[in-house]
């Protein structure tokens, strides 16, 4: 049997510090990202180039790709939302742009401030204009299980969206977002084969606020997900969606693929030992459990 493998991304940096209500400088942030590329992580989400009045924790997110400097074998990413964004990014020097926007008109217009037409049009600009500047590019479709303010999402519809993107210009990955942590994992399953069906390569982005993250995030690498994200600590939420919660943490999601024999080429107890770092130094205890637990056999 061959070995199963995936490309895991830390969103730390960026999807996880964005939560917290402590504001760290350019050289803390800087430093989490050496510590995860010091796990191998494959790929990391280092910083979000959006207006600072809105996300002040994502301020500065040229000076801090500057001061983590280059790194080899890692993707380093950076959230943009809009071609402004795309720019800075750009000009910062990462490897790769994502592109995120919500299912929904009630969800996009609170994160974004605009239709979901208007960012399904942006998206395909930045994955256009990605292609011609030799970036990778991941669009992810949010709340593409549930949002907190219009409930269900229909599958067809998720689908019927994604079905655009692809026809538009597919991305490198097309990532299915449970923002608000409400999906199981029967309904992930379905999903991310049916869109893994189009040819283009899928990823799984979850939030453990129901308890059902980990779970998910096996249902999706079942399904044909290529790509899985995760938070180190299990840090992160969306400051436009009430109650979402953390991130499926990086750690734990390790500690399970490599127990079913998924290969992920991460340094386990290096990046136990950056979420223990990162609960010092935010002074509270993160959601992640292994961090506290340990590995098995120690």
């Known amino acids: 049997m061959s070995t199963r493998r995936v490309t895991l991304y830390d969103v730390g940096p960026r999807d996880g510090l964005q939560n917290e209500p402590e504001v760290l400088d350019v050289q803390t942030r800087a430093e989490l990202v050496r510590r995860l590329v010091a796990t191998g992580v494959p790929g990391i989400e280092v910083a979000s180039f959006v207006d600072p009045r809105r996300v002040p924790q994502m301020a500065n997110g040229e000076d801090v790709v500057a001061a983590v400097g280059g790194t080899s074998g890692v993707t380093r990413a950076g959230l943009a939302l809009n071609e402004r964004g795309y720019d800075r990014l750009v000009a910062s020097g990462l490897d790769e742009v994502r592109f995120a926007f919500g299912l929904t008109e009630s969800f996009n217009q609170r994160n974004q401030g605009a239709s979901v037409d208007e960012s399904l ?32 999402i229909d599958p067809a519809h998720v689908l ?11 991305p490198d990955v097309l990532v299915l977002a449970d923002t608000i942590g409400v999906a199981a994992p029967g309904a992930v ?20 606020t129901r308890n059902t993250g980990y779970a998910n995030a096996l249902a999706a690498l079942d399904a044909g997900a290529v ?32 127990r079913e024999g998924v290969e992920t ?4 107890e290096a990046l136990i030992g950056v979420a223990a770092w990162l609960a010092e130094l935010l002074g509270r205890r993160l959601d992640g459990q292994l961090y506290r637990a340990g590995s098995f056999p120690s």
């Open 160 to 170: 019927a969206v994604a079905r655009r993107v692809v026809d538009a210009g597919a």
């Open 265 to 268: 080429g991460v340094n386990l």
């Open 189 to 208: 399953r379905s999903l991310v084969a049916r869109v893994a069906a189009s040819g283009v390569p899928v990823g799984g982005h979850f939030h453990n």
């Open 121 to 152: 049009a942006a998206a395909t600009r930045i994955v256009s204009r990605a292609r011609e500047d030799g970036l990778r590019s991941t669009v992810t479709l949010s709340v593409a299980f549930g949002c907190p303010f219009e409930g269900e």
């Open 227 to 258: 790509v899985l994200d995760a938070s180190v600590g299990g840090l992160g939420g969306c400051p436009f969606a009430p109650n979402a919660t953390g991130n499926i943490a990086t750690e734990d999601l390790v500690y399970l693929l490599e």
